[in-house]
């Protein structure tokens, strides 16, 4: 019996032992720090940029509009030459009635008021002198206007009319223009006066065209 109690102790003495090794063991050992703490992170960039973004524009637009010609005209519009009146005798064609408002045409012939032909003498860019009356007409481009004339002309016995006539007109080329006669008859001298006073009133304008060339 003794012996059994001895035998236990013992066994009990070395499960302690054995305990306490353990034990230390497990202490002894070191622990390992925990793992699946947050590292750095891993996804930084591993060099700074290698160049500049790519769609940005390389170049300023090319489609604005241009404010400078890309050249000089070459050719410049030509002004046309003046065309000068040749000088000499001209004649006048078929006259023509553009406006009678006393209808003085009913009573005489208002192409009588016209001459049959003309002269042109000293002839500019600017002006020239209308024979045989030595007429002073001032050109503006290709038209003029003639100083007026003063006529009178017998309509019946014992009656002239005073006529003032202002002649105007468009240059179409050296040898050809149109004549405009403005015509005021301006009163009755003469005797015979009342009866042409009773059918027209004073003053009559007429206004007559007709072309001239040479």
């Not at 059994?4 to 013992?10: S, T």
């Not at 000499?88 to 553009?98: A, E, N």
């Not at 009573?107 to 003309?118: E, K, Q, S």
């Amino acid at each position: 019996m003794l012996y059994f109690l001895l035998f236990a102790c013992g066994d009990l003495e070395k499960d302690d032992s054995s305990v306490e090794e353990a034990t230390e063991d497990t202490s002894s050992t070191p622990t390992s720090e925990p793992t699946d703490e947050p590292g750095e992170p891993t996804d930084e960039p591993t060099s700074e940029p290698t160049s500049e973004p790519t769609d940005e524009p390389t170049s300023e637009p090319t489609d604005e509009p241009s404010s400078e010609p890309t050249s000089e005209p070459t050719d410049e519009p030509e002004e046309p030459a003046t065309i000068l009146l040749g000088e000499g005798d001209w004649i006048i064609g078929s006259t023509t009635v553009l406006s009678d408002v006393c209808e003085i045409e009913n009573y005489n012939d208002v192409t009588g008021f016209t001459p049959d032909g003309i002269g042109v003498a000293d002839s500019t860019e600017s002006d020239f002198r209308m024979l045989p009356d030595n007429l002073l007409c001032v050109r503006d481009d290709l038209s003029f206007t003639c100083d007026p004339i003063s006529f009178t002309q017998e309509a019946i016995i014992g009656a002239d009319l005073v006529i003032t006539n202002t002649i105007r007109g468009d240059i179409e080329t050296e040898d050809t223009m149109m004549l405009y006669f403005d015509i005021d008859i301006e009163e009755c001298q003469g005797w015979s006066c009342g009866l042409i006073e009773l059918a027209l009133p004073f003053p009559c304008p007429i206004e007559l065209e007709a072309p001239a060339s040479r």
